[in-house]
């Protein structure tokens, strides 16, 4: 770049060949000193020049000092200063001698008389010269800016993103030796050092050339170009994590102290969703039986029966064990997912009480989807059953046992409930048995695997033992509802794949800490002090404190329902439907699935740009229908048809569908608790299905 150089006087500015300032004897006045600068008379009672501002006595700031001959130390008029600078407060000469460069190159002239040359030239040439080299540290952006703090907050929880001066993540070198990656994503690169030494040469039109290498000033280019895009906020929509490339998993050994429950007197953990239709009694139910267990003392249930009265709903205190929030207490009906511990014979059960209204079916998804075994509660009383059924449409007795069935569950208790409001009818009970029997089977319940259970919740009969009542026990021999739950087999634990944890929820607790999630662990284990891997924001934590039944132990296994604090990790960074995994073998992150769905029954058909809500583990995004690949026969699995133009009820078909954003996701074959998908549209479940692949490219980069 040139500049325009203003002449200045030659025999003012004491210019030699040789560039050097000319000393002359010092310039004395009594009682008066000169501004060396813009050569104001000033008093000598002042340090500095009442025009200017320049200190009297710059030989404290520059090193440009004359020696006498009798060695004392003077002060020369023009002591460091540079002839740039004198020249700006110089009256201009019509007359002015030619400069000669360092180089011995003359200066150009542009028409108007000034001189032309590149600022470096300039710089080389009016610079003293014991001043004429700078080192100039570059600016680092491994830590945020004064202003960024100031913007932030000296206190935000904002992490910057650091640049890696060590290692760069899916390199890809460029024509000048420079290695980049995508999507804004920062990079490091090896500074080019120069020549302290090197001469600046002149070409003919005024520019200049360096024998810098030009792949080093592109590179400088480039990073200019890169840092004008530079953005401190968070990562970019389209950013993907920095994260290893998974190993095989095939290469993973679990271990040795994820093999050790065999050889410890601990219960097998099984978690029981309790689901059904609104009113159906599941809360209560749940209620009693831990009341009848002596898990809620008598002060705790008075306290409960004392709140409901005084609300006018006596026949909810028992549910009021389960339903803790004001909301839920006030309008009556479940709204979250609520835990529950006992212990029976067999197992340490976790008891899921899911919402059964339809309002919240998106919350009994996320809660029980992490159930092993279910019990699905029917109200006996003449109505109640039939508006589960969905005479007049889709009841919640039927989307839930789909539901339930589309997680995997195949063990299923039938909990027919309110028997005392019908007198305990065996006809009754047989009624529903032959009505809901035939729909769960065409969900894929096998007979063997469903067990139906006549009980009272309210009145306390068939829960815990044997039922006292003459006209139940008339024609039911069968067990009570506690040695169902002991009779339902126990579920596989896979310990033989890396770990796997779907974050149900984000919490907070003294014992925790600030940061912690609860949720099941599906494969592998974890333990107190081991790093595990955040997906899908790709960081690493430690993991604190581990919770079970708010107990702490310090490891869990595939299956256990725990509740873990983390520390070293930003809270913003964790989700509601993310996953904990092993660090060397990350979960997929895609946004583009193929699946293999079950229609329900559904009023409209589906069509191909259908806009619907896609639910997988505790995850929930929307979604758009992109192709209808083929239509299937639910028996044989085999194509029917190729490409349909739509999708009716209870047929069969792989789909094709893009998320609005990237989600934790496996293939069914790979794990089956992070490959099943629900469908939801317009307040309805129309399609339940697993993943059959996963479309994105690999996002685990190298």
Not at 19 to 26: A, G, L, T
Not at 466 to 472: G, P, Q, Y
Not at 481 to 501: E, M, N, T, W
């Amino acid at each position: 770049m040139c500049v325009n150089h203003i002449d200045s006087k030659a025999g003012q500015l004491g210019v030699r060949d040789d560039n050097r300032s000319d000393f002359e004897e010092p310039f004395k006045i009594s009682g008066m000193w000169q501004c060396s600068i813009c050569t104001h008379e000033n008093s000598t009672d002042n340090l500095s020049c009442e025009l200017c501002g320049v200190l009297r006595d710059l030989s404290l700031y520059f090193n440009n000092i004359s020696e006498a001959k009798d060695g004392a130390k003077c002060r020369h008029k023009y002591s460091g200063v540079s002839i740039l600078a004198r020249s700006l407060f110089t009256p201009s000469s019509t007359k002015s001698k030619a400069i000669v460069f360092s180089d011995g190159f003359k200066d150009s002239r542009n028409t108007t008389g000034n001189k032309q040359a590149t600022m470096d030239a300039l710089h080389k040439t009016y610079m003293t010269r014991k001043k004429r080299h700078i080192n100039i540290v570059p600016f680092k952006f491994d830590t945020p800016s004064p202003d960024d703090m100031v913007v932030t907050g000296l206190k935000s929880s904002r992490n910057f993103r650091k640049v890696d001066t060590k290692v760069l993540v899916k390199d890809s070198v460029d024509v000048t030796g420079k290695k980049m990656i995508d999507n804004n994503i920062l990079l490091t690169e090896k500074s080019t050092s120069m020549d302290p030494s090197a001469s600046v040469q002149l070409d003919e039109v005024g520019g200049s050339s360096s024998n810098v290498p030009s792949s080093s000033q592109n590179t400088t280019l480039v990073l200019d170009h890169k840092l004008q895009h530079l953005s401190l906020e968070s990562k970019p929509k389209n950013s993907k994590p920095n994260i290893k490339k998974a190993t095989s998993v095939s290469h993973y050994k679990p271990e040795p102290w994820m093999l050790e429950s065999e050889d410890q007197e601990i219960c097998k953990q099984l978690s029981l969703a309790i689901v059904g239709h609104v009113d159906s009694g599941k809360s209560t139910l749940c209620g009693r039986l831990r009341h009848a267990l002596g898990l809620i003392s008598k002060k705790q249930m008075h306290k409960y029966e004392k709140e409901a009265k005084e609300k006018g709903k006596g026949s909810f205190a028992y549910a009021w064990a389960m339903d803790e929030s004001s909301d839920e207490r006030e309008r009556g009906i479940t709204m979250t997912v609520a835990v529950a511990y006992f212990n029976s014979e067999k197992y340490r059960v976790v008891l899921l009480d899911s919402p059964g209204h339809k309002d919240f079916v998106p919350n009994m998804i996320s809660g029980a989807t992490q159930a092993d075994a279910a019990i699905l509660v029917v109200d006996a009383s003449i109505g109640s059953f039939e508006a589960g059924m969905g005479v007049n449409g889709i009841g919640q007795t039927k989307e839930h046992s789909q539901l339930i069935r589309s997680f995997g569950v195949e063990n299923l208790i039938v909990a027919v409930n309110k028997m005392d409001v019908v007198e305990y009818s065996k006809e009754r009970f047989q009624s529903i048995k032959s009505q809901l029997g035939i729909f769960l089977r065409s969900c894929g319940y096998k007979d063997s695997s469903v067990t139906w259970v006549p009980l009272s919740a309210m009145a306390n009969e068939n829960l815990v033992t044997a039922s006292s009542d003459s006209r139940l026990l008339s024609w039911y021999n069968g067990d009570c509802l506690l040695k169902a739950i002991d009779s339902l087999p126990p579920p596989h634990r896979d310990v033989s794949r890396p770990l796997r944890l779907p974050i149900c929820d984000v919490i907070a607790s003294h014992t925790l800490g600030q940061v912690a999630v609860c949720g099941k662990v599906e494969s592998g284990g974890i333990r107190t002090g081991s790093k595990v891997l955040v997906m899908p924001s790709g960081d690493i934590a430690t993991v604190r404190t581990i919770e079970r039944d708010s107990s702490t132990c310090s490891l869990a296994r595939a299956g256990d329902n725990v509740a873990i604090g983390l520390h070293g990790i930003d809270p913003g960074h964790i989700v509601s439907g993310g996953v904990l995994c092993h660090p060397d073998f990350p979960v997929r992150v895609a946004s583009h699935l193929e699946l293999k769905v079950l229609v329900l029954e559904i009023t409209m058909p589906i069509l191909v740009g259908l806009q619907f809500e896609l639910h997988i583990h505790h995850a929930r995004v929307s979604a758009r229908l992109v192709k209808i690949l083929s239509s299937l026969d639910q028996k044989t699995g085999k194509a029917l048809k190729k490409m349909p133009r739509l999708l009716t009820a209870r047929q069969a078909a792989v789909v094709e569908v893009k998320l609005d954003k990237e989600v934790c996701v496996e293939e069914f074959s790979t794990l089956k608790a992070l490959g099943r998908v629900f469908l939801r549209s317009q307040g309805n479940t129309v399609a339940v299905g697993i993943v059959t692949r996963i479309l994105d490219q690999d996002l685990n980069l190298d």
